[in-house]
């Protein structure tokens, strides 16, 4: 009976030594383990062994990244601006020993260490820097607690700060300054554009102006060439190009004035009527190239006696009778003298188609 009962003793204390020198590690934790009070070894996750009464588990450190908030605190910036700002930081135990024995309070030294560097960073910086610059920030806090945290045993491996609060009259008064800043670029843009089209309507001007200076030069040079070819041709003793440029000129001149968009009825006086004698030339240039007898020289139509032939006049339209006209024999000559009798001959046909029309209407104005 004795025996009995010790062995089922003896049982239940292998168990019981059994169930407390076997350890299951669950993943992602690591079992810091004393032996007689001592670091001893690091249990990784899975089944492990330790001897009862001997080791004991110290801390069950988890090695996965864990988040840590920081609180909202004021900070004082370079130009005396009072802020509130908080945050977050992101860190890994990456050696449990180091984690369990190097430091009492990990995450209290943490967050200690965090808000210290955060207060020292953005109070070096100016207001405008700090909200415009928070990736510099990040950067710095980052370097700084990863390297007071390194002899922990801890990597740190983010620091984001999450809001940056100015008091409100300083708010409103960023939103003056900035309202003022953009209404200042907006004159600014608008007077560059205005100086920019002028400078490019002066030059488009320019350019005009060029064209048509250019322009003129070649119509000047065209006249002059176009006068000058009759000018040799009078000299030559040839005046029908001299008849057709005088003709060609007079029909612009009319056409101008009967195309005006306020003239509906051109009148003008008899006097004015005189150089449609010019046209003679064309009707004489006609006949001299299509009906002509005898051959053409440089003076014009001649008989075989060396005399100018007699040349046609227009006819008259006053009460649809015509006004003839007596050639006269004129001798042959070149030059001034030929331009004389055109123009003599070309007046007096005028004079008379004046006359007639005169002579019916009694007007001193002829309807054309």
Known sequence: MEFGVVALA??????????????????????????LGKYHQSLKPGLAFIIPFVDRVRARVSMMETVLDVPSQEVITKDNARITADGVVFFQIFNAPKSTYEVANLQRALLNLSMTNLRTVMGSMDL????????????TLLKAVDEATTPWGVK?????????EPPADLVNSMAR????????????????????STVLRAQGELEAA?????????????????????????????????????????????????????????????????????????AELVGQSFGGDGGSGGSG?????????????????AGGASATSSSSAVPSATGN???????????????RKSSSSVGEADNPWARF
């Open 301 to 317: 139509p001649k008989g075989g006696n060396g005399k100018t032939k007699p040349k046609p006049t227009p006819r008259g339209s």
């Open 156 to 164: 740190v491996t983010r620091i984001e700060v999450l809001d940056i």
């Open 337 to 351: 003298d030929i331009l004389s009798v055109q123009a003599s001959r070309a007046y007096d046909a005028s004079q």
């Open 210 to 282: 060029k064209l048509e200076a250019e322009a003129r030069e070649r119509l000047a040079l065209a006249e002059a060439k176009a006068t000058q070819v009759v000018s040799d041709a009078v000299a030559k003793g040839d005046v029908q190009a001299l008849n057709y440029f005088v003709a060609q000129k007079y029909t612009e001149a009319l056409q101008a004035m009967a195309t005006a968009p306020n003239q509906k009825t051109l009148i003008l006086p008899v006097e004015a009527t005189a150089p449609i004698g010019a046209l003679a030339g064309i």
């Open 177 to 196: 300054q900035l309202k003022a800043e953009r209404d200042r670029r907006a004159v600014i843009l608008e007077a560059e554009g205005d100086r920019q």
């Open 10 to 35: 003896l049982f239940i204390l292998v168990i019981v030594l059994a169930s407390l020198g076997v350890k299951t590690v669950p993943e992602g934790f690591n079992f810091v383990v004393e032996r």
């Open 128 to 139: 405008d820097q700090l909200l415009s610059q928070r990736e510099d920030i990040n950067n």
